[in-house]
Nanobody, 119 residues
Framework: QVQLVESGGGVVQAGDSLRLSCAAS????????MGWFRQSPGKEREFVAS????????YYADSVKGRFTISRTIAKPTVSLQMNSLKPEDTAIYYC????????????WGQGTQVTVSS
């Protein structure tokens, strides 16, 4: 069984930074991509950022471009999200997800970590 475990959430003020990490454990799997999604109360889950495992190409939602940076460590595997210049609208539960080779989309999900940004 594979588990994705997020860490690094918390309560910060607008303009502060946070770094989220996601570590995979359990049965090894081949990764096509890993990403971060978030969900605010009353809203649908939305894409934040992703990174291709081979080559490291990155993709970002327009709302976080220039402020968030996604990175990966292949050996573990681990994916991180450096969040700078946080805004109150970034408040959400952040989920780590993996798109494994052979699947049609993100098929592994973490439990989520809360990020709260106060104004």
């Amino acid at each position: 069984q594979v588990q994705l475990v997020e860490s690094g959430g918390g309560v910060v003020q607008a303009g502060d930074s946070l770094r989220l990490s996601c570590a995979a454990s359990g049965r090894p799997f081949s990764t096509y991509a890993m990403g971060w999604f978030r969900q605010s109360p009353g809203k649908e889950r939305e894409f934040v950022a992703s990174i291709r495992w081979s080559g490291g190409s990155t993709y970002y939602a327009d709302s976080v471009k220039g402020r968030f940076t996604i990175s990966r460590t292949i050996a573990k595997p681990t994916v991180s999200l450096q969040m700078n210049s946080l805004k109150p609208e970034d408040t959400a539960i952040y989920y780590c997800a993996a798109h494994t080779v052979g699947s049609t989309g993100y098929n592994l999900w973490g439990q989520g970590t809360q990020v709260t940004v106060s104004s």
